[in-house]
């Protein structure tokens, strides 16, 4: 079965092949899945890290046999961002970037040789979700903008982001809000969350539509034009700066 990885740092994953087509979601560096579909510049695939589908485009991935490397180690980029290089280039990938090799060990991906400079990764098998350390690793995020789609701190959206700050610890989550509200445990009241915690928002027809990070009964972090903290109450949450209510809380889940 030929797979799909990708071979820069962070490449847009649309929903038809084509450029004009809308970015669902993303893969980084060394992420991949099984391929689905060719086109003439772009290639289907189903992710391995989630089970989400999208084509992404053919100069950005490689098309290989197997997946390069110790895909599945558990080890990710821990900083903001660090480098590796392809094919020689040096080039800056984000946090949560799977660490495929040892650091300066290379690997080969089709015609794409990869090395890490990862001194230390982020071990998310041994991560242990403590308060603290979901609180520490959700507020590197603070301040990256919003992008729809997104997967990183070059720009993330709500439930990339509470997707992401999970595999810090080994815990995989699906990529869409209403699909990882689908997982979990529910939570009956506000004040029995804790931190961690995932509160779901939905719209006026009912559909869930974001996802947040709770740190405490009146508190959540979330990306919403940025990711960013507000306040929460049993109606939703409230914009720190402006006061305003801004999104309807629907469920609250636990996972760990």
């Excluded at 001194?119 to 919003?146: C, D, H, M, Q, V």
């Excluded at 999970?166 to 029995?192: H, K, M, W």
């Amino acid at each position: 079965m030929p797979f799909v990885v990708c071979c820069v740092p962070v490449s847009p994953m649309r929903a038809e092949s084509s450029h004009k087509s809308e970015m669902i979601s993303q893969l980084l560096l060394g992420e991949g899945g099984e391929l689905l579909d060719e086109a003439e510049y772009f290639v289907k695939l189903r992710g391995r890290h989630d089970g989400y589908e999208g084509w992404c485009q053919r100069s950005q991935v490689a098309i290989v046999d197997a997946m390069p490397g110790h895909w599945d180690n558990n080890l990710y980029v821990g900083d903001w961002t660090d480098k590796v290089l392809i094919n020689g280039v040096a080039a800056r990938v984000p946090m949560g970037t799977p660490v495929l090799a040892p650091a300066q060990e290379p690997i080969q991906a089709g015609p794409y040789r990869l090395a890490y400079a990862v001194g230390s990764a982020w071990n998310a098998a041994t991560a242990k979700p403590t308060p603290e350390a979901i609180k520490a690793r959700a507020e590197r995020f603070l301040n990256t903008p919003y992008l729809w789609g997104g997967r990183s701190i070059f720009g993330i959206d709500c439930s990339g982001f509470c997707q992401t700050v999970y595999r810090f610890f080994n815990i995989p989550l699906l990529r869409d809000a209403y699909l990882q509200a689908t997982q979990g445990e529910s939570v009956g009241f506000l004040q029995e969350v804790k931190c961690g915690d995932l509160a779901f928002f939905d719209n006026a027809e009912g559909r869930i539509t974001h996802v947040g990070i709770l740190l405490n009964e009146s508190e959540i972090i979330h990306a919403s034009g940025k990711v960013r903290i507000d306040k929460i109450d049993n109606a939703g949450i409230i914009n720190t700066d402006t006061g305003l209510r801004t999104h309807q809380l629907r469920i609250i889940k636990r996972y760990f």
